[in-house]
């Protein structure tokens, strides 16, 4: 957590940490534009801090946009896209990062080199650490487990091994990442699929939640749906899911 790097960034002398993000340079800029700037406070010599409004703060934050940045109008807005849980979550997170001494990217230059130099210059503005390395993509693209190792068979994953049951092709992967829906959505997304009499996967872990606390779905659920559907409530591996032959 922040707050605990923050704790050894002051504890420690000539400790220096740096924020890594996972989430491409197109999508944190995107957000720059969007919200942050319009929240901005620029720090004068005095120590002033002032907002900027709404309209002007979108028209700054646009006009400096190096040369090449493009963003469609019509992206939807960080705070539309989650809910108020996770978005108290990442500003606590925010508020550490003055502690940051740069930044490092899952991304490469070829992908983002734009959208990089957006945030390099945004980053040295609000005083966020200036510097950044592209580091990526740090996402795998293959599995590195073996199909004939015996062992692979016994520890495999259950919802693997419901997959082998069904044919190919036949089951969707349903999953929002660390991405909280609020309990209507998850209630609605459970009826869709249940009408829809299409096998599938559905991941309902949630990164928000305390220990010991599960995403509540409706009762009988699972039931109603098994042999169609299989519910994942912890970790699931998701690379195995998608690369396999059942998978649609």
Known sequence: MASVVQDAVVSIPNAEAYCFNASSAFVISSMYVD??????????????????????????????????????????????????????????????????????????????????????RYNKLLRRGSKQWAIGPLHPIATMIKDDDPSNMINRHECLKWLDKQEPNSVILVSFGTTSLSKEQIKELAIGLEKSQHKFIRIVRDALLKEGEQVQIPKGYEERVEGRGFVVRDWAPQLEILGHSSTS
């Open 35 to 120: 919200e942050e700037l319009i929240r901005l406070y620029l720090p004068s010599s005095i120590g002033i801090q002032f907002h900027l409004p709404s309209l002007i703060g979108k028209f700054v934050a646009r006009l400096l946009l190096p040369s090449g940045v493009e963003f469609p109008n019509n992206l939807p807005s960080y705070q539309t896209s989650f809910i108020s849980e996770f978005m108290d979550f990442g500003i606590k997170k925010h508020l550490h990062n003055n502690f940051c001494s740069g930044n490092l990217y899952s991304t490469c230059k070829a992908i983002d080199r734009p959208y990089l130099n957006a945030l390099a």
